[in-house]
């Protein structure tokens, strides 16, 4: 047997069915609107940071800088004048990195780690020269930071018996391809001639055109460091938890830690900004469809004040009219999230289906997920019982005789 509150509840919904279809209409566009706004926004930071984040680690982790060296000048009359002249900054490698490795495995929030020697050089074939980054990994470990074979667009991603991967701008600046030579020198003057093993394309400038991947061993060899490397990158589990994690690591270390949000700071000022606006956003929606269900509400107790008036004289107590309006107002909100909810995902996706690259690929890519749409229908709930508090209160507090009389 249905409860009181909840028989008359949906019996004063289905006698005024324009009332109702005007709450539910409201709630469902508002939450619509949140759900498309949401899941295109969440799209469109997953890619920013999946397009930021692919080409480079999510802590960085070097030796600490050449502190800057005192120089005595003796001036006229001996008077000694103390200059301080800034260190040049030479290609130093981490002590002890092995056992560095080992402790930040075992590291709360870090996901993986691979240590890198990572340098300047020169590329060349014939006549032709280019600048390029040297980046010695060990390839099981680099491919949890930079899923580089995944990227391949030519060849095969193998660093073995001198051969290395480039990218594919670089491989077009000096005309190589894929079994072609090149000679290879770095900023100690050593150099090499390396066959291309493979071409990849990250589409990031500074990436494609620059970087030349190598084993560790002969990185080491190029920039005469036997058994050394120069950083060790790591990806964390959270990634906006990276520059907490870099924290950490300077403390325990003493070595410099940069996470990607020191490095990528104004994409970090950018996503704040869209998670602001969303914020706004969202709250103008539920301002509007608060105040929307609540004047509909209230209208309602004015018209059935008689027959609220008849309830309370046969003893129906206040809390229990206050409780029908209550359920009014979550039963409307609970169905307009579930009705809104389906028309948001289906305009993100008709939006995603309409704006595409010329190669077909979606150029927004929408993001919904589970916690969106159940955090979207509380919040509608909520939306709908705060909504009824105010018209409840007032069905609960009307006088029996005064509302029977029509006063």
Do not use: C
């Amino acid at each position: 047997m249905m409860p009181f509150p909840w028989f008359v509840a949906l019996r004063y919904m289905r006698e005024s069915p324009g009332q109702t279809l005007l709450i539910l209409g409201a709630v469902s566009v508002g939450v619509s609107v949140i759900v498309f706004l949401s899941a295109l926004i969440n799209g469109l930071q997953t890619s920013l940071i999946e397009s930021t984040l692919g080409s480079q680690s999510h802590v960085t982790i070097e030796p600490p800088r050449e502190a800057p060296r005192p120089l005595a000048v003796p001036g006229p009359d001996r008077v000694v004048a103390r200059i301080v002249e800034p260190a040049s900054q030479r290609l130093r490698s981490i002590d002890q990195w092995p056992v560095l490795v080992a402790r930040l495995e075992r590291t709360d929030g870090i996901d993986s780690v691979s240590p890198t020697v990572t340098g300047s050089g020169t590329g060349s074939r014939l006549d032709a020269h280019a600048p390029v980054v040297i980046r010695g990994i060990v390839p099981e470990r680099f491919v949890r930071i930079v899923d580089l074979p995944a990227h391949m667009v030519a060849g095969s991603f193998l660093l073995d018996g001198g051969r290395v991967v480039i990218g594919s701008e670089l491989a077009r600046e000096l005309g190589l391809g894929v079994g072609d030579r090149m000679r290879l020198r770095s900023t100690e003057d050593i150099d090499d001639v390396v066959t291309i093993a493979g071409i990849f394309e990250l589409g990031t400038e500074g990436v494609d055109d620059r970087w030349v991947v190598t084993s560790l061993r002969h990185a080491q060899s190029l920039f005469a460091l036997p058994g050394g490397v120069t950083s060790i990158e790591t990806t964390v589990r959270d990634v906006f938890a990276a520059e907490d994690v870099a924290a950490v690591i300077r403390d325990r270390t003493g070595l410099r830690a940069e996470s990607w949000m020191t490095r990528n700071a104004q994409l970090l000022s950018g996503l704040s900004a869209q998670a602001s606006s969303r914020t706004m956003i969202q709250f103008f929606v539920v301002v509007s469809v608060t105040l929307g269900i609540a004047s509909v509400l209230i209208v309602s107790v004015v018209q059935k004040s008689r027959e609220i008036g008849i309830l309370r004289a046969v003893g129906t107590p206040s809390g229990r009219i206050l409780l029908i309006f209550l359920i009014q107002g979550g039963v409307l909100g609970a169905a307009g999230s579930v009705v809104g909810s389906a028309l948001g995902v289906f305009f993100a996706k008709a939006f995603e289906s309409m704006t595409v690259e010329p190669d077909g690929s979606p150029r927004f890519l929408v993001q919904v997920d589970l916690a969106l749409l159940l955090g979207t229908a509380a919040l509608a709930t909520g939306i709908g019982l705060v909504a009824a508090v105010l018209p409840a209160r007032r069905a609960a507090r009307l006088d029996p005789a005064a509302a029977i009389r029509g006063t």
